[in-house]
């Protein structure tokens, strides 16, 4: 499975650690060298997906603005609107969004359009309206987090919640492939490092991003065998500065979380 280590600006290095590029739309309109970066990679053979920012910033970039930046940095997929918890917001967004995005001359990048709903019912149904949308509306769609409060009472950690409903919505959704038209799935920005384990099991996900890594780094946290299970970082990598010694423990952290989106177990000897 692919992967995009989401970084903060002044760490970008960090991406490298990837296998294609993930961008903060939000940053790239106000930070030229952010921006240039990521373009030099488009131009060097890197796949890159522009974000529409509504997880940092409460509200998506607006739509011409992503329009105009998808053609400017030649991005090959580029995030529709979506709304927290709106299904229907959300999805007249991204259909607004597609038709205008497919009629502007220069725009070549591929859409995803989020699921959204306050329900595991209303995420399921939101995927299954997308996978009717043509593919010039909506090529790919993302797998988000779905936010249910004392779902699991056995739960202490919010991470560990989130993984678990992003988990028993895949497998929903593994279970009824076949309704969904032979659409792509990505599952973007999960939580809790345990997602990393149980993601690959998921055959059909063609890629996966994150800022755990970078985020728990901030908080001078490195994955451990223990902490792996039910640890949350707390913040957003788009307010996150890190030091030397944090980078370090970053570079540790994206090697864990690669080792298992590979299949694999950093930990067993």
């Keep these: 499975m692919n992967i995009a280590h989401v970084t903060p600006e002044d760490n970008l290095s960090l991406c490298d650690s990837g296998n294609f590029d993930f961008c903060l739309a939000h940053i790239a309109i106000k930070n030229k060298d952010y921006k240039k970066f990521f373009v030099d990679r488009v131009l060097s053979g890197r796949e890159l997906y522009l974000d529409n920012g509504v997880w940092e910033t409460g509200y998506p970039l607006d739509k011409d603005l992503m329009i105009e930046l998808a053609i400017e940095m030649g991005a090959t997929y580029v995030y529709a609107p979506d709304y927290m918890g709106e299904k229907k917001k959300t999805l007249d967004a ?135 299970t039910y640890f949350k970082p707390k913040g957003k990598v788009d307010k996150v500065q890190l030091t030397t010694d944090q980078v370090t423990f970053a570079k540790s952290n994206i090697r864990i979380i690669n080792s298992f989106i590979r299949g694999g177990n950093p930990f067993e000897k």
């Design 94 to 228: 991204i259909s607004e969004f597609g038709d205008i995005a497919s009629n502007t001359k220069g725009f070549n990048s591929k859409i995803i359009g989020v699921m959204q709903g306050k329900t595991r019912e209303e995420w399921f149904d939101c995927a299954l309206k997308l996978a009717k949308l043509p593919d010039h509306i909506c090529n790919t769609i993302a797998v988000n987090t779905l936010f249910i409060e004392d779902m699991y009472e056995y739960e202490i950690e919010e991470g560990a919640r989130r993984s678990k409903t992003r988990v028993e919505l895949l497998m929903m959704i593994d279970r009824q492939l076949d309704r969904f038209n032979n659409k792509r799935f990505y599952s973007t920005g999960f939580g809790a490092p345990i997602d990393a384990q149980e993601l690959p099991k998921f055959k059909w996900l063609i890629g996966v991003d994150t800022a755990i890594a970078c985020v728990m780094a901030s908080n001078d946290m490195i994955i451990t065998p223990v902490n792996y």
